[in-house]
C-alpha cells in the first residue's frame, strides 16, 4: 500500500519499500494516466452498452449506456489536464476500441480470426508506445 509521503508531490520516498516502477504516480501528472485508463474502460462500458439499448429502445441499457459517456467524458477531460490532447484522445479511443473489440468477441462471437487478433495487438503496442513516449 502507498503510504502518504510517498503520494506527496516532491517528496522523497524509500525506494527499497518502493519500486521504482512507481515513480510515475510520485509525479504531478501520474495521476492523469489513471483518469485515462478508466475513461478507456467506461468508454468500452458505453459503446457495448449501445448494443444492448437497441436504438435506445430499451430503458436501462439506455441509462447505463449514457451515463457510462458521461463517466467517460469527465474522466478525458480530467487527463487532458496534464495530458497531451492528441496523445489522451488517441490512448483513450484506443481502450476503447480493444476493449470493444475484445468484448465483441467475447460476448457477441465476432471473429477470432488470427489477423484481426494481430491487428487489436498492432493498437495495444501503439497505446503503449504512446504512454512511453509521453512527457507527461
Known amino acids: 500500500m502507498l503510504n502518504k509521503a510517498f503520494l506527496e508531490k516532491g517528496?522523497?520516498?524509500d525506494t527499497t519499500t518502493y519500486p521504482d516502477y512507481w515513480d510515475w504516480l510520485n509525479k504531478e501528472d501520474g495521476m492523469?494516466?489513471?483518469w485515462l485508463l478508466i475513461a478507456g474502460a467506461f468508454e468500452v462500458v458505453w459503446a457495448v452498452g449501445l448494443?444492448?439499448?437497441e436504438g435506445f429502445s430499451r430503458l436501462w441499457p439506455s441509462v447505463v449506456t449514457i451515463g457510462s459517456m458521461v463517466v467517460s467524458f469527465v474522466f478525458l477531460a480530467q487527463a487532458l489536464k496534464?495530458?497531451?490532447l492528441g496523445t489522451a484522445y488517441a490512448v483513450w479511443t484506443g481502450i476503447g476500441v480493444v476493449g470493444t473489440a475484445l468484448l465483441g468477441i467475447v460476448l457477441f462471437e465476432e471473429s477470432?480470426?488470427?489477423?484481426r487478433l494481430l491487428c487489436i495487438l498492432v493498437i495495444v503496442v501503439g497505446i503503449a508506445g504512446l504512454?512511453?513516449?509521453s512527457s507527461a
Open 51 to 53: 448494443k444492448y439499448t
Open 32 to 34: 492523469a494516466w489513471i
Open 112 to 115: 477470432r480470426d488470427v489477423f
Open 82 to 84: 496534464s495530458i497531451p
Open 11 to 13: 517528496k522523497d520516498h
Open 131 to 133: 504512454k512511453l513516449s
